[in-house]
């Protein structure tokens, strides 16, 4: 990008900060503008807050002749802001029209505008790819992560400490890379809108108790419970796509104590308006994990290739059968005509299945016209074969809708040219458990004599619903409750919806996996705590072991910068605080914060009950 504008000043004790405006359109030499920045995080009420964004307000020095009217269109992150104090990228984001301020008196005036990193903007962007595509398939979390943080539009490497694994993973290894989830369960109930980036984000980070927000030019993930007991924290890097930097790894110091310029503490308490005010614990906390029941057992139904020669989920078994180019749908088969043999083309990878499980098949395929308009006399009809199999007898099933140990294929039926034809089947009372697949075998068509083309037979949709239903009862989830035993306060915290989790199924989209994405995820550690715990028990108990007590929240300004990523010991008093609010006067080198106090003890006294959820998730209250 050009630069186009930029500032240059003197802090109060000679720090040098430099703002800096882009835009690609812009070739002429770059303006050196009078103005000042302010710098902000988002204030946040608790310290697991799993999102902090960052922004500037901006004030330039306008007159008749340079309103900085240029700078605003209608098209959103396209003039880039950088922000420098002392040569160090401090923020890095986009001009924000709203909130612009222009004088319409006097000749000479100063317009304000904002500058937000993008997170500001992910609560209204879908999680989808950049052309606008749905996510299909099974992901790392880094992969989702890296995703929803391109939407910024920031290509910003990314940096991750959490402590937390699952059972039989080592404490050495990066947690988000090798946990893998169903991109499926980003799309929401009525199977068409796609959750908002921030939904997912949130997602990914809280049930880890983590924290995501960007600092010097990059993101930053970590664990506020990590860091009370241990301050300096080790990250893995990675690029804006999630792959692995080198070095792989750095570490950030967050420990800082501030107190007053008598005790020659710097940075250090002024303006005289620091104060103290207290919040209670928490005495209940719930959490509603939606299990999110999987419309198919097939992820990639509409069968998206990501790379224009494989589809995720699917095997081409046929020489000539294709897909077409990268992020785009369907599975091209060609035909041939009756004198030649059909055989096996396309099929579904492997589903596993018990034994008494009843499916709904559901295919939708299209003769293709386009070339073929010579053929329009003509029709295609298409058999399959769906088999059954543990590795030891196989099945497959006939006509009839019963089972049998011979070989059998289904009909489905002849159509025309041009026509698009959806077929459904019932697959009833699989006679074994195993895996279950559908064969797709070459389309036949019939005409008079051989051909100078062939045709082929558009694969577009393919669903496998599982209807079984052994309990009478739709469970949609499950709920883990958290209580104080002792003393407990009456102050009870929002209930908490998951998307993802444990499960025992592979029936649900919410399943979180392990590394190698087929195992699900049961049970989890805390580096150097033994322990094997499902996720979500977890997510709730460092919930209430970071507001075991009643909180100390100090609020005050602070003479002299220091970075976000801090956690704060005041002088003479006890404890560590967290940072809730973060307002840098750059001019003035002053910094008007709020801190909440945090705690890191084991609770001996916390009750967990864990209940399913048939769909009535209400507040807990306090048996204390």
């Known amino acids: 990008m050009a630069l186009k504008y930029y ?185 068409i809108t796609v959750m908002s980036c921030e939904e997912v984000i949130k997602d990914v980070l809280e049930p880890y108790g983590a924290v995501l927000t960007p600092y010097n030019g990059e993101w930053y993930i970590y664990k506020p419970n990590q860091i009370f007991s241990e301050t300096e924290q080790t990250f893995f890097r990675y690029d804006y796509e999630g792959v692995l930097l080198s070095p792989s790894t750095k570490t950030h110091e967050f420990e800082l104590e501030l107190g007053s310029k008598l005790d020659d503490f710097y940075p250090h308490y002024c303006n005289g308006n620091q104060k ?160 279950l697949k559908v064969i797709y075998k070459t389309p036949i068509f019939l005409i008079p004599e051989d051909p100078l083309v062939f045709p082929q037979v558009k694969i577009y949709y393919f669903s496998l619903i599982n209807t079984t239903d052994q309990s009478g009862k739709q469970i949609e989830g499950e709920t883990f409750t958290f209580q104080r035993q002792t003393k407990p306060s009456a102050r009870i915290a929002d209930t908490k919806e998951v998307k993802t989790g444990d499960s025992p199924l592979d029936l649900y989209k919410g399943t979180l996996y392990k590394a190698d994405g087929v195992t699900s995820t049961e049970t989890w550690y805390r580096k150097g705590v033994t322990e094997s715990l499902p996720i979500l028990s977890l997510m709730g108990s460092e919930t209430m072991r970071i507001n075991a007590n009643t909180m100390r929240i100090f609020s005050g300004d602070i003479f002299g910068y220091f970075n976000y990523l801090s956690v704060i010991s005041l002088d003479q008093r006890v404890g560590k605080f967290g940072i809730t609010k973060y307002s840098y006067d750059t001019k003035n080198n002053i910094i008007s914060a709020e801190f909440k106090q945090m705690f890191g003890g084991e609770l001996t006294d916390l009750d967990i009950e864990r209940a399913e959820d048939y769909g009535n998730v209400v507040e807990p209250t306090i048996r204390g």
């Not at 802090?11 to 002429?28: G, K, M, P, S, W």
């Not at 990193?117 to 989808?128: C, H, P, R, S």
């Not at 989702?144 to 940096?159: D, E, P, Q, V, Y």
């Not at 018990?354 to 298409?382: A, C, H, R």
């Open 276 to 435: 103290f005010t207290n919040k209670p614990s928490f005495g209940a906390y719930r959490i509603s994990y939606k299990y999110g029941l999987r419309n198919s057992l097939v992820d990639n139904s509409y069968l998206q290739t990501l790379n224009g020669s494989t589809v995720p989920g699917f095997t081409i078994v046929g020489d000539w059968t294709t897909v077409g180019p990268p992020d785009s749908y369907g599975v091209y088969v060609p035909c041939q005509i009756n004198t030649i043999p059909s055989v096996k083309e396309f099929e579904n990878n492997s589903i596993s299945v018990d034994s008494g499980t009843n499916l709904l098949f559901e295919t939708s395929l299209k003769y293709l016209e386009d070339e073929f308009e010579e053929l329009s006399n003509t029709y295609v009809t298409l058999d399959i074969i769906v088999e059954l199999t543990d590795g030891q007898d196989t099945y497959t099933l006939a006509p009839s809708g019963s089972w049998t140990t011979g070989n059998s294929e289904i009909y489905l039926g002849a159509f025309d040219l041009g026509v698009e034809k959806a077929v459904s089947l019932d697959i009833l009372n699989t006679p074994i458990a195993g895996d």
């Open 7 to 191: 500032i240059e000043y003197n802090d109060t004790v000679n720090v040098l900060h430099r703002f800096e405006l882009y835009d690609d359109n812009y070739i002429d030499p770059s303006i050196e503008v009078q103005g000042y920045v302010n710098m902000d995080y988002g204030q946040v009420s608790e310290n697991l807050e799993s999102i902090r964004g960052q922004g500037l307000r901006v004030y330039l020095e306008a007159n008749e002749n340079l309103t900085f009217e240029d700078l605003f269109t209608e098209e959103e992150r396209t003039i880039k802001a950088k922000y420098y104090r002392a040569g160090v990228i401090l923020f890095e984001g986009w001009l924000n029209p709203e909130g612009f301020f222009e004088d319409y008196v006097n000749d000479k005036w100063v317009s304000s505008f904002d500058c937000i990193d993008g997170l500001g903007y992910m609560k209204n962007l879908a999680f989808v790819n950049q052309n606008g595509l749905n996510i299909t398939g099974v992901k790392s979390q880094l992969e989702i992560l890296s995703i929803a943080l391109k939407r910024t539009g920031l290509n910003s490497n990314i940096n991750v400490a959490i402590d937390i694994f699952y059972t039989g993973l080592s404490d050495t290894e990066s947690i988000l890379e090798n946990v893998k989830a169903n991109s499926s369960r980003y799309i929401k109930d009525d199977e």
